[in-house]
Structures are given as structure tokens and as C-alpha cells.
């Protein structure tokens, strides 16, 4: 029964409010060059709104952001919150036609950048279905400053009623398999997915948490929000270096991080590691993309904290393996989270009994409400059980074992299909990333005249290699895998081509080394 009593559950922008009455003076987030208070952030984010408002921005428009890591992005972003429009985060590395087609797609009405990006966007440059104003951090061009922007206005907002069933952003995906999708949230799930992933990554009062990553990403976007709702502080660094991400942690104490099984890999071969430094962690967790067992056994030895495996969609789902839960389960991403469920189907569609293997479909109640302006996507990963359920596809592969614990086999499109048999990647780079000489590897399906595909290793090695080196190496991988894993070729990369999460682009390589001699 329904009560005078009876309010909404605060969204995020109204925890800044309440953390700004309450704590004031607690620092919330801070960058290289300024830190601000609960207060301060507050006040910034109502001039934000107020300044949006009087642009003409409505409940509903869109508002992009294209700029580094820094104070004012967070500023920008509550203050979209507060003005009821819908934030869409974009990816600074992606190129200007890639920008201009989410930029359209979004109908973006204002954008906000620093000035690197907006050199982009000369009048002669711009699109013409693209017509919205620009507000430029450090402006030294004709478009408005942002700081005096902000500034004109007051630092008090009068709140606009802003029902947590209304879209919160447009997240566009990495694009690991094809054109970016414009994923689209609400308020009410968005908070409730950090109400989890806070939970599940221990955040608390005290918390410090590091966001290394780009703001455009889903993990950047967890880092800073479940630090925010517990009334935590968040640094804000403007790009990643491992060494500068020792030094950050041991000078503010850090104590919770979400970075890509990459970063941890390079944090622990900076030169300027010690486990001595990092004693401040109390909770990391890793995600984009799977933590091979070795890996997370050292960042578990030398981190000496609780180590958490995330894996997640942007669209909605989350399971977490625990460090209570971990002993005999390392290659394991756990169980979902509270409000997520999933099940394994076959090629028929078929859900498949624990310990088989298969597509991982998912219910969450952290889901997006669609893939914007494309229901041809979104009806492309609906899938109606016999009951009439609705889950959703996720396009990865995977299998649990007899206690429920689900591991990652690969990504669907990943799959190599030779001679008949499926040959999944992830199996054979298991194998390859124990060798002395492999820093990183990647395995692709190339075409191949007899088996229809057949699998190739990329690696980036750690030292130089001969010919002799790729021809032993290629050797030791044979004697370890099954017959039908067994690959063709290794060919040499300075670096692996990664989106935003850490997630290597296999299309990429594809493109790279279909046609190499082998």
C-alpha cells in the first residue's frame, strides 16, 4: 500500500547533495592540479545544471562529453544528472568519423571537451546533421570557456523532477566485434548496479579508490561511482602509467581499485614495484577481460588484499568470484551478483545442466532499456525460453562446473571452427602466457585450405626473439595443447590493439595477419 512516506530512492546525483550537507568538508574527488570537497563538488555540479538549463537543454536531451580525465568531467557529469539529461561519455581515441557517427546517432546537443578535442570540430569541420554547441575546458578559441561558463552561474539549483525510470546515459560499446552500440541506462538500475558492485568490492566511508581509466568506460565509470555513493574519495588520474599508479597509491593511501588484467601485469613489472608500497589495498577487482591463473595468483601474492574477478556487460549483468571463495576455483569468475541470474544454451538454444557448456544468457536487474536507436540489435540478443523469460545473449561462451561457479570459455565470435571441431582460443593462450618469452598473446583463426581455419598465435614477446626462439616456442605450445588445438604459426606484435576495457581486438589482428605467410 502506497503512503504519503513513500519517496524515490536517491539517484547519483542526489547523493552528492546529501554527502555535501552531511560531510562537507570531506574531500570527494581530486586530479593532478585541484581537489574538491562534497560541498564544492555540489556547488560546481548545481552550476552546471543551472547552465544547461539555460542553454535550453531539456529532461531527455542528450549532453557529450569528449575530454581527459579530470575534475571537471565528474563536474559536467552531475550536473547533466541534476538537469535531468541523458550523459553520453565518448571514447577521446576514437577517430573523428567514429565521433561524428555517435555524436549524430546521440542527437548530442551540447558537447563538452578540452581543447585537443574540440580542435576537431572547426565550423568547416563539423557535420551538418550535427549542430550543438561546444563548451571548451582551457578554451583559448571562440568557444565559450568552461570554467567561466560555469561560473556565470549560480551555485544553487532548483532540483527538476527527474523519475529514476527516465534514460541516465548512452554508454557507446568498444566495438571488439563491429560498430559501436549506444547502450542505453536508466537511473534506477545504473545506482542499483553500484549499490552491488560496491557491495561485492567491500567500498566504505573510508574508501580510496584510483580511477586510472578513461571516463568513457563502464569500468571507469564503477571506479567513480561506487567510491561516490558510500561518500568515499575518488582520484581521478588522466591517463595510465604504472609507475605513476605505484606512487598515487602509496601517496594517498589508496584502497580500492577496478583496472584490466593488463594493467595488473604492468603494475607488476614496473620498475619501481613493491609489495611494500601498495599495503594500503584493502580491495581490487579485475575485469574487462579474463585474469589467467598465473597472473592472479601474483597480484594475489603481492598485493596481499582481497583480489575479486568481475565479469560484466555494460548492458547489465555481474558475477564475482570472492577470495573467500576462490581456493581450487582461480580460473573461475564466481557466481552473479544479488539481482542477476544467467544460464548456458546450446547452438538449439537448449539451456544446458551444470558442467555443460554454452552461450551464457543472462537476467539482470541492472539491464538496459535498449541498444539506442537500434532495435534490430536489441531483438538480436533477446532470447524467450519455454516459460516466456526473456535473457539476454551475451556472445560469450561458457561453462560451469558442479557447483555453479561459471568460467569463461571465449568470445562466440572468437571461436575457431576447423576440420568441424570448435577450437577455443582462450584454452591455447592459457597455455602460451606460462612461457618465459611471452608477455602477451592472442590466438586467431585464419583461413586454411584443408581445415576450413586454422589457429595462429600473436604475442608480444618479453625480449627479442630469432627465428629459432618462434620455432621453439612454436614447439612447446604443440607438446601442451590437444591435437586439434595445435597452432599453425606465431607471429611477433609490439602491442596488442585494445579497447577502452583492455580487451584485445582480435578483429584487428585478423585483418593484420589473415594473409601472412605462415
Known amino acids: 500500500m502506497h503512503t504519503q512516506f513513500e519517496l524515490q530512492a536517491p539517484l547519483f546525483h542526489n547523493f552528492v547533495d546529501l554527502h555535501a550537507r552531511w560531510y562537507p568538508h570531506k574531500v570527494a574527488v581530486l586530479d593532478d592540479e585541484q581537489a574538491l570537497n562534497w560541498q564544492q563538488l555540489a556547488e560546481r555540479a548545481n552550476q552546471v545544471a543551472n547552465g544547461l538549463v539555460k542553454e535550453g537543454i ?5 549532453v557529450a562529453i569528449l575530454m581527459r580525465n579530470c575534475v571537471e568531467y565528474v563536474e559536467v557529469l552531475y550536473g547533466a544528472f541534476k538537469a535531468g539529461a541523458v550523459v553520453v561519455p565518448l571514447n577521446t581515441a576514437v577517430n573523428n568519423a567514429g565521433v561524428e557517427g555517435m555524436l549524430v546517432d546521440s542527437a548530442a546537443k551540447i558537447l563538452f571537451c578540452c581543447a585537443a578535442q574540440a580542435a576537431r570540430w572547426q565550423p568547416d569541420n563539423r557535420p551538418d546533421s550535427w549542430d550543438a554547441r561546444i563548451v571548451e575546458l582551457n578554451s583559448d578559441s571562440n568557444n565559450p570557456n568552461y570554467a567561466s561558463w560555469r561560473n556565470a552561474n549560480s551555485t544553487l539549483f532548483s532540483d527538476i523532477e527527474i523519475d529514476d525510470s527516465a534514460p541516465c546515459n548512452i554508454i557507446y560499446s568498444s566495438g571488439t566485434t563491429g560498430l559501436p552500440k549506444g547502450i542505453k541506462h536508466t537511473h534506477r538500475r545504473r545506482v542499483q548496479a553500484m549499490y552491488e558492485l560496491a557491495l561485492a568490492h567491500r567500498y566504505h566511508f573510508g ?16 571506479s567513480l561511482f561506487c567510491s561516490l555513493i558510500v561518500g568515499g574519495t575518488c582520484v581521478i588520474r588522466a591517463s595510465f602509467t604504472p609507475e605513476d599508479w605505484i606512487n598515487d597509491v602509496e601517496k594517498y593511501e589508496v584502497t580500492h581499485t577496478m583496472m584490466a588484467p593488463i594493467m595488473f601485469q604492468r603494475i607488476l613489472a614496473a620498475p619501481n614495484f613493491s609489495a611494500a608500497k601498495v599495503t594500503s589495498l584493502q580491495a581490487v577487482i579485475s575485469g574487462g577481460s579474463p585474469l589467467f591463473e598465473q597472473l592472479k595468483k601474483t597480484v594475489i601474492e603481492q598485493f596481499r588484499c582481497a583480489v575479486i574477478e568481475l565479469y560484466g556487460l555494460t548492458e547489465g549483468f555481474m558475477t564475482t568470484l570472492q577470495p573467500e571463495e576462490a581456493e581450487g576455483k582461480l580460473t573461475s569468475v564466481g557466481k552473479p551478483v544479488r539481482g542477476n541470474n544467467y544460464i548456458l544454451v546450446d547452438n538449439d538454444d537448449q539451456i544446458q545442466p551444470l558442467g555443460g557448456t554454452g552461450e551464457i544468457c543472462t537476467r539482470s536487474v541492472h539491464w538496459m532499456i535498449e541498444y539506442h536507436n537500434r532495435p534490430d540489435a536489441t531483438e538480436e540478443i533477446v532470447l524467450r525460453d519455454k516459460n516466456g523469460l526473456l535473457w539476454m545473449r ?15 570459455v571465449d568470445r562466440k565470435k572468437d571461436m575457431i571452427l576447423s576440420g568441424g571441431q570448435n577450437i577455443y582460443p582462450a584454452d591455447i593462450e592459457a597455455v602460451m602466457v ?16 584443408t581445415w ?3 589457429p595462429v598465435a600473436v604475442i608480444v614477446p618479453n625480449r627479442p626473439m630469432t627465428d629459432a626462439d618462434i620455432d621453439s616456442l612454436l614447439t612447446w605450445t604443440n607438446e601442451r595443447v590437444g591435437k586439434r588445438q595445435r597452432i599453425r604459426s606465431v607471429y611477433l606484435n609490439t602491442d596488442m590493439p585494445r579497447n577502452p576495457n583492455g580487451k584485445i581486438l582480435k578483429r584487428e589482428l585478423r585483418a593484420k595477419f589473415e594473409s601472412t605467410p605462415s
Do not use: M, Q
Open 434 to 449: 606460462n612461457h618465459a618469452d611471452v608477455s602477451e598473446v592472442a590466438v586467431i583463426g585464419v583461413s586454411d585450405e
Open 452 to 454: 576450413g581455419e586454422t
Open 394 to 408: 551475451t556472445g560469450d561462451i561458457g561453462r560451469t562446473d558442479e557447483d555453479g561457479f561459471l568460467y569463461i
Open 58 to 62: 531539456k529532461p531527455g536531451d542528450s
Open 207 to 222: 574508501a580510496i579508490s584510483i580511477c586510472p581509466i578513461g571516463l568513457y568506460s563502464n569500468i571507469a565509470w564503477a
